[in-house]
């Protein structure tokens, strides 16, 4: 009887130490997601505040002449008077072909 003993101890011992390195494998992995996870938020947190500012730095501009011209002529496609303005087909065709591609 005193055999059988140690070796019901070396069982539970055996066990604990299994289930120990089981849960330690899974909350390692699940620190490693959440880690992961924190780095795309904070990525993408900073493109965020890229573009923050660069909207501030865009409505700071409203009002230039500069701002107003760029937004009649990229926005509406206003020309001044008297200019000729080139359209370069190919590059057209080329940017038409990424939007679809996109």
Do not use: H, W
């Not at 289930?19 to 880690?35: D, L, M, P, Q």
């Not at 730095?57 to 496609?77: M, N, T, Y």
């Amino acid at each position: 009887m005193r055999r059988r003993t140690p070796i019901v101890y070396l069982v539970i011992i055996t066990l604990v130490v299994i289930y120990g390195a089981y849960n330690f494998s899974v909350i390692s992995r699940e620190k490693n997601e959440k880690i992961q996870e924190l780095a795309e938020v904070k990525a993408e947190a900073q493109a965020l505040k890229q573009e923050i500012a660069q909207l501030e730095k865009e409505i700071g501009e409203k009002d230039s002449l500069e701002f107003v011209e760029k937004v009649a002529r990229e926005d509406l496609g206003m020309v001044k008077p008297r200019e000729i303005v080139y359209i370069d087909r190919a590059k057209n065709d080329m940017r038409k072909d990424q939007e679809g591609n996109s």
